[in-house]
């Protein structure tokens, strides 16, 4: 799948969540209290974004005993590059401009 495809509204809310701080990796309990998102919204739009390569993932090793491991999450330099462009439509739509393609 290619960068074209158009982003839910969704995607495009976890996409400008990431790309707030590009260099830190969040874990999707925190963006589901961030974004106000239900887990079955969330962990779906995470594993498209990582398939289209706008995301990247990793295990987080280091949690206390007891604890299991879990994912973190940030955005792919394409992922950045998406943010960019969902910024500049939003800048063209809030000046009205009749041309944006969402």
Known sequence: M???RRLSSQAA??????AGEPA???FG????????????SLYPILMRLADRGLLEARWDRDVP?????????????DGLAMAAELAGRERLASRG???VAW
Not at 33 to 40: A, D, E, N, P
């Open 13 to 18: 809310r976890v996409v400008r969540l990431l």
């Open 65 to 77: 005993p007891g604890r299991p491991p879990r994912h973190l999450y940030r955005l792919t330099p």
């Open 29 to 40: 309990y925190e963006m589901l209290g961030l974004l106000g998102l239900k887990s079955g």
């Open 2 to 4: 290619g960068r074209d």
């Open 24 to 26: 830190r990796w969040r």
């Open 97 to 99: 401009d009749p041309e």
